[in-house]
């Protein structure tokens, strides 16, 4: 037995999980599955953190069984009512699910690629059981690849959500110059608190209008989109262009909305030097709404795919 009292110390997020695939280098955690690390070319493409820091604000983090805020944490379903603890307490709110401080563990090791687990068992404000995966790939021609599966092995059906929380780096300064292309065709308004108010709307003559690739210039976003527009594949992309690379985030079918987040609130050193853009598969608020909400029965399962290529 090893006499260093730091022999078997590990840091705050867990064991690091490395990936390497042509140009691009990826870091996953076990502390939620988190992306903490993404570069190509040796450069970030995203927003990441050292290994010994917690996720600074919700960066790279998998957001389960629910993505978004939940108002006052409560929500009725199949008949019942139940209340969150309020994990964002400034907003009274729930938000982003119940996985992101979780420790996973790890399923399979590949080359280039890593999938972890966790099983989601019942909590007092979300009784229901899922088995949980998170598998993200590197590949040298198309970047990252992270497939989310989610499993019913209990006896009740569960409502469900999921989303992801990168912050993409087009390159160092302030967004405000860099080129936003988002297909979507309306935006979501809301409250202060960050929850639905009134229905969505069209982006046409407004400032969320980015269908045509323009700069981001001095529009604060902090805006749920839908009415997204797919490939053949089925995919959306959305893509941010700035001085060091050209980004595209694409999502796969299921995800119906993204959340568009330039760190406007964030301290000096974040407040937009980023920009999160967020799949998810309903909007916020929708254990309370409904709108666009999954349910798995059991024995059933449902599976969604996103990922990030980079150019230069």
Aim: net charge negative; glycine share 12%.
């Amino acid at each position: 037995m090893s006499n260093d009292p730091t022999a078997q110390t590990l840091p705050l997020t867990g064991a690091q999980f490395e990936l390497a695939a042509g140009d691009y280098q990826a870091t996953i955690t076990q502390l939620g599955a988190g992306l903490r690390w993404l570069s190509y070319r040796g450069e970030p493409v995203i927003s990441g953190y050292d290994a010994d820091e917690v996720p600074p604000a919700g960066a790279g983090e998998l957001l389960l069984p629910w993505p978004n805020r939940i108002d006052h944490g409560r929500y009725s379903f199949g008949g019942s009512s139940y209340q969150l603890d309020l994990s964002e307490p400034s907003r009274d709110t729930a938000i982003h699910g119940l996985t992101r401080w979780a420790a996973w563990e790890l399923i399979e090791r590949a080359d280039g690629e890593v999938e972890l687990g966790l099983d989601l068992l019942g909590h007092p404000g979300y009784p229901f059981f899922l088995r949980l995966r998170a598998r993200y790939r590197l590949t040298a021609d198309a970047g990252l690849e992270t497939i989310v599966t989610a499993r019913n092995p209990g006896r009740h059906t569960a409502p469900y959500g999921t989303g992801s929380h990168p912050y993409l780096r087009a390159g160092a300064g302030l967004v405000d110059a860099w080129e936003l292309e988002l297909p979507a065709g309306q935006w979501q308004p809301a409250s202060d608190r960050g929850i639905p108010d009134g229905e969505p709307k069209d982006v046409a003559g407004t400032p969320y209008d980015f269908r045509a690739a323009r700069a981001i210039g001095d529009t604060i976003l902090d805006t749920a989109f839908t009415d997204l527009v797919t490939g053949g594949d089925g995919r959306v992309r959305v893509r941010l262009t700035g001085p060091a690379s050209s980004l595209v985030l694409w999502a796969g079918p299921g995800y119906r909305w993204l959340q568009v987040f330039t760190a406007d609130p964030l301290g000096p050193e974040a407040r937009r030097r980023a920009v999160a853009i967020e799949p998810m598969t309903c909007p916020p608020n929708a254990f309370v709404t409904g709108t666009d909400l999954l349910t798995i029965d059991p024995g059933a399962s449902v599976t969604h795919q996103w990922g990030i290529t980079a150019t230069s």
